[in-house]
């Protein structure tokens, strides 16, 4: 009974495993496909944040379908002393979409 449990264990880990992998493959697809849709590079989509809030340093970014603009944007956060933003960036035509303060030190 107890190779019973430990093999039904092991089945169940190579499983979660294996769904975990798959999910990570779809979401790393998802964003290469979107990138062959922006018009805009990631590293000019960076220039532009960073002159929209001059001083910050970018924490976390990603390109995403969102409504606003083209639909397809470069959302980064970035932070400036120990305030964060969110700063969108159009991937179509690179015009400025959002720049707000977030969390506690939002308005």
Same mark, same amino acid.
């Given at each position: 009974?107890?190779?019973?449990?430990?093999?039904?264990?092991?089945?169940? #880990?190579? !499983?979660?495993?294996?769904?975990?992998?798959?999910?990570? #493959?779809?979401?790393?697809? @998802? %964003? #290469?496909? $979107?990138?062959?849709?922006?018009?805009?590079?990631? @590293?000019?989509?960076?220039?532009?944040?960073?002159?929209?809030?001059?001083?910050?340093?970018?924490? @976390?970014? &990603?390109?995403? *379908?969102?409504?606003?603009? %083209?639909?397809?944007? $470069? %959302?980064?956060? !970035? *932070?400036?002393?120990?305030? &964060?933003? &969110?700063?969108?960036?159009?991937?179509?035509?690179?015009?400025?979409?959002?720049? #707000?303060? &977030?969390?506690?030190?939002?308005?």
């Amino acid at each position: 009974m107890q190779q019973r449990n430990k093999t039904a264990f092991l089945f169940a #880990s190579a !499983l979660a495993l294996g769904l975990a992998g798959a999910a990570g #493959s779809a979401y790393a697809m @998802d %964003s #290469s496909q $979107y990138t062959k849709e922006a018009k805009v590079t990631l @590293d000019e989509a960076r220039a532009i944040a960073l002159k929209a809030l001059p001083g910050a340093t970018i924490t @976390d970014q &990603e390109l995403e *379908k969102e409504k606003g603009g %083209s639909g397809l944007r $470069y %959302s980064f956060d !970035l *932070k400036v002393g120990q305030t &964060e933003h &969110e700063v969108g960036v159009d991937a179509q035509t690179g015009a400025v979409l959002e720049n #707000s303060v &977030e969390g506690a030190n939002a308005d």
